[in-house]
């Protein structure tokens, strides 16, 4: 195998250590968490152990479990549908059943709270239209556990529905023959063969849209849910005490690492393989009769109830607000969140294209480990990340303050905390993974023999990944610029805890409006929000639909 061959000394010089001092520092939050596990308990910790730790836990695991059987079912089954079925409307359903990734959980959770509480349209038409009271029927509640894994379920099953469907058509048609040749029919053959080939595609997912649950902050939030995320944003603001929430980070940590530890586990063995070189489209199983319209019910529901329905409610709450709320207010919003996406964006591919090309022409394991613990931070919740920022950029501001005015009687005021760059540094620990895995991928497309003629024609190593890697990585690189900058538009507990003063997002002021109520003067932001993110979902259903060999 060719490999890339020894870089020039000066790049060992710079590189390398640039390398480690990046992963060190993106690693700094993890390593101020952890250290909490040891730090001595105190007053606070004991009362939160003795009250609501085990409440923080139960609805945690229920939120999980739920989460999981929702976004299994609807994201395998429409999947495969999608796949290997031929149906009315086949073609359409591939593509929009992604949409629902552009809405945030907590936006879809206030929308549908506006649509189904008391004084929503839904009720005040039952009882308009039969003349109840509130006595007369019982609805159910939006506000409630049950509600918030509906939610999460609506909006998170295309990532188990995105990996699976590129697991089913990335499949041998070989495997798929031999199994109806042996007796299997269409369903047969999905469970026994299909469905466990695809297994750590979907465990992936799934892992993906878990992690997505447990870094939630406005939906929980808004329901009155007690898991760790609230917890911690109660204790830090409302009791006053760092150490205890750092505490609950932590804990909250060790559930992300065992779905880590369990996504890895399920890869273990995953050295699956097609058995011919000669490509053909899967085989396709037309649906007739009632099993087409139950194919079509089955991908209509997630995609009205999941994307269609709320986007038509914040239209209309939209409309009937925008005289009063799109005003200059509304634009320095938006303004602030498309500066902080795309700077976010643009640093985060910087950085990332530094990191794995460094990776590239060093090649050695330390530095191979280093990339791998920068790529780490995007299992983190935004909420675990801004408090294991804030805590060493506090030690570091209150450090500085005391210095200045113990030896030039001054003081320094806050240096780090509570600006955008300790926002910015957050977004580079939680996003800079999915830069990472972008450029990567775009790396491993070029062959070593290229830098080998390149090096020949003296070009230095900065000049190759200008020159020559850019320019035909180009489409990972934007894929990768979308990618973040649409997931900094939607992020909002890191945003919430870290932001300076009098400085708002459109995430932000989404969460603020509907914590006061005023839901449909929150559809503006919260639709503003949902169209950044239409663009990349749908050019991501596009390559996933073109992935299969030969296609």
């Not at 590189?15 to 040891?38: C, D, E, M, N, Q």
């Not at 902050?217 to 150490?243: P, S």
């Not at 005391?402 to 806050?414: C, E, K, Q």
């Not at 230095?460 to 180009?474: F, N, S, W």
Request: contains cysteine; positive net charge.
């Amino acid at each position: 195998m060719n490999k890339v061959t020894a870089s020039p000394s000066w790049l060992q010089r710079l590189w390398k250590p640039g390398v480690l001092l990046l992963a060190g520092l993106f690693s700094l939050p993890v390593f101020s968490i952890a250290s909490f596990i040891v730090h001595p308990s105190n007053d606070v910790w004991q009362h939160l152990l003795d009250t609501v730790l085990g409440e923080y836990l139960f609805n945690s695991a229920l939120l999980m479990l739920g989460v999981t059987l929702g976004t299994l079912v609807i994201g395998v089954g429409c999947a495969w549908l999608t796949s290997v079925c031929l149906f009315p409307g086949k073609r359409l359903f591939a593509w929009a059943l992604l949409l629902p990734l552009a809405f945030p959980a907590y936006i879809i959770a206030y929308t549908y709270t506006g649509m189904f509480d008391f004084a929503g349209p839904v009720q005040s038409w039952i009882r308009a239209a039969t003349g109840w009271t509130a006595q007369d029927y019982s609805f159910p509640e939006i506000r409630s556990l049950g509600g918030a894994v509906t939610m999460f379920s609506l909006v998170l099953y295309p990532y188990v529905y995105l990996l699976a469907r590129a697991a089913f058509l990335e499949q041998s048609i070989c495997v798929l023959e031999v199994s109806r040749s042996l007796g299997c029919s269409v369903w047969s053959s999905f469970y026994r063969v299909a469905l466990p080939l695809a297994r750590p595609a979907i465990v992936a997912g799934l892992s993906l849209a878990l992690m997505e649950t447990l870094a939630d902050y406005g939906t929980v939030a808004y329901f009155g849910l007690g898991v760790f995320t609230t917890g911690i944003f109660r204790t830090w603001f409302g009791l006053g005490d760092g150490a205890a929430a750092a505490k609950l980070a932590a804990i909250l940590l060790l559930f992300v690492f065992t779905l880590i530890v369990i996504e890895r586990w399920s890869r273990r063995r995953a050295q699956y393989h097609h058995a011919t070189n000669r490509y053909r489209s899967l085989p396709q199983y037309r649906l007739r009769g009632y099993r087409a319209g139950l194919a079509c019910c089955a991908c209509l529901i997630p995609l009205l109830l999941g994307f269609l329905l709320p986007a038509f409610q914040l239209a209309l709450w939209a409309f009937e607000t925008y005289a009063y709320m799109v005003d200059a207010a509304f634009l320095r919003l938006t303004l602030n969140s498309l500066e902080l996406a795309l700077s976010a964006a643009l640093l985060a591919v910087m950085l990332a294209l530094f990191l794995a090309y460094g990776k590239r022409v060093l090649n050695s394991k330390t530095i191979d480990a280093s990339v791998r613990v920068v790529a780490s931070g995007y299992a983190l919740p935004g909420t675990v990340v801004a408090v294991g920022v804030i805590i060493p950029f506090a030690w570091f501001d209150n450090s500085i303050d005391s210095l200045m005015r113990t030896h030039y009687g001054v003081a320094s005021g806050l240096l780090l905390s509570g600006s955008l760059f300790a926002v910015m540094f957050a977004y580079m620990v939680r996003f800079l993974a999915v830069s990472i895995q972008a450029v990567e991928s775009g790396l491993l497309n070029i062959k070593p023999s290229m830098d080998e003629a390149a090096r020949s024609l003296s070009l230095a190593p900065g000049e190759i990944l200008m020159r020559v890697h850019l320019p035909l990585m180009k489409g990972t690189v934007l894929t990768a610029l979308l990618i973040v900058f649409v997931d900094v538009m939607k992020e909002l507990p890191a945003t919430l805890i870290l932001r300076p003063f009098n400085f708002n997002t459109l995430a932000v002021r989404a969460f603020e409006l509907a914590s006061d109520e005023r839901l449909a003067d929150s559809s503006t932001a919260a639709l503003m929000i949902v169209a950044v993110g239409l663009g990349p979902v749908i050019l991501l259903s596009h390559s996933i639909s073109v992935s299969r060999a030969g296609s």
